[in-house]
Nanobody, 112 residues
Framework: QVQLVESGGGLVQPGGSLRLSCTAS????????MSWYRQAPGKERELVAR????????VYADSVKGRFTIPRDNVMNTLYLQINRLKPQVTAVYYC?????WGQGTQVTVSS
């Protein structure tokens, strides 16, 4: 059974950085594409970034290009989302996704 557990969210000031983690289990992590989605208040859930396997090819939403990266650690079965130069528009619940399964989400709030 696929299990995805996100962590690393919190309240952060604008301009700062944050790294989200998604620890995965129940499947062969290294051969599966992984994605981060987010859902802001009153908006639909949207794709933020995806990393393929085994190529590690990445895709980013236009709104996050240049500020977000999506590395993965196939030894630790962990997906990351590195967010730099945080803006208030980044505020949302961030979800890890793979194989039709979602994590529980982690809240990111950017505010001074």
């Amino acid at each position: 059974q696929v299990q995805l557990v996100e962590s690393g969210g919190g309240l952060v000031q604008p301009g700062g950085s944050l790294r989200l983690s998604c620890t995965a289990s129940g499947f062969t992590f290294s051969i599966n594409s992984m994605s981060w989605y987010r859902q802001a208040p009153g908006k639909e859930r949207e794709l933020v970034a995806r990393i393929s396997a085994p190529s590690d090819r990445t895709v980013y939403a236009d709104s996050v290009k240049g500020r977000f990266t999506i590395p993965r650690d196939n030894v630790m079965n962990t997906l990351y989302l590195q967010i730099n130069r945080l803006k208030p528009q980044v505020t949302a619940v961030y979800y890890c996704y793979t194989k039709s399964s979602w994590g529980q989400g982690t809240q990111v709030t950017v505010s001074s």
